[in-house]
């Protein structure tokens, strides 16, 4: 999180290269972990093309800086989409790269999933729905507000919470009916 994000906001409006440089630096590990986890082929290309259009919309951005952060995930989340449009297929699975991850202490979920293992995660979350699997990988890996995601996936707070619930729920009875202590 930027200090004083509205100050480099600002910056960045007028040109600051600098200030341009923290809003990536800020957002850039986030946002290609989302990717690679909806299965985008070129990630550093994909997100090359979010920042571009932050940046050239940053004239037409109003709000705080979460505000920005769910505006530059909705940007992501609708390139993934194009790309999806263009591909005309189902998204390869990629693994959780915790390298990406950036931050500062792990969620309860990061800690279930690590002790599970990056495979066997992501043969859970294959067991969910498409809307289930987007909700918990934006609220998980990108680390989003379900306000945030509710913008990113066009959908009301209580349908985040609700897709969101009810992914857990499943995933909780999947384990439970293999044995896993939960």
Same mark, same amino acid.
């Given at each position: 999180?930027?200090?004083?994000?509205?100050?480099?906001?600002?910056?960045?409006?007028?040109?600051?290269?600098?200030?341009?440089?923290?809003?990536?630096?800020?957002?850039?590990r986030p946002v290609a972990a989302y990717l690679r986890s909806k299965g985008v082929p070129d990630v550093e290309d994909v997100t090359s093309e979010v920042f571009l259009a932050v940046f050239t919309g940053l004239g037409r951005f109003s709000g705080g800086q979460a505000q920005f952060r769910s505006w530059v995930f909705t940007i992501a989340h609708r390139r993934v989409v194009?790309?999806?449009?263009?591909?005309g297929r189902t998204p390869a699975q990629v693994p959780y790269d915790v390298?990406?991850?950036?931050?500062?202490?792990?969620?309860?979920?990061?800690? =279930? @999933? $690590?002790? *599970?293992? %990056?495979?066997? =995660? @992501? $043969?859970? *979350?294959? %067991?969910?729905?498409?809307?289930q699997r987007e909700v918990l990988v934006l609220r998980v890996?990108?680390?989003?507000?379900?306000?945030?995601?509710?913008?990113?996936?066009?959908?009301?707070?209580?349908?985040v919470?609700?897709?969101?619930?009810?992914?857990?729920?499943s995933l909780r009875r999947l384990l439970e009916s293999e044995g896993v202590p939960l």
């Open positions: 999180m930027i200090d004083d994000f509205d100050e480099v906001l600002a910056r960045a409006r007028t040109g600051s290269g600098d200030a341009f440089t923290l809003l990536y630096e800020d957002l850039a194009d790309g999806w449009r263009r591909g390298q990406d991850d950036t931050r500062t202490a792990a969620s309860a979920e990061t800690d =279930a @999933l $690590a002790g *599970l293992g %990056t495979d066997r =995660a @992501l $043969a859970l *979350l294959a %067991t969910l729905t498409d809307e890996v990108a680390d989003l507000t379900v306000e945030e995601v509710a913008e990113v996936v066009g959908r009301r707070p209580g349908a919470k609700a897709l969101q619930r009810r992914g857990l729920a």
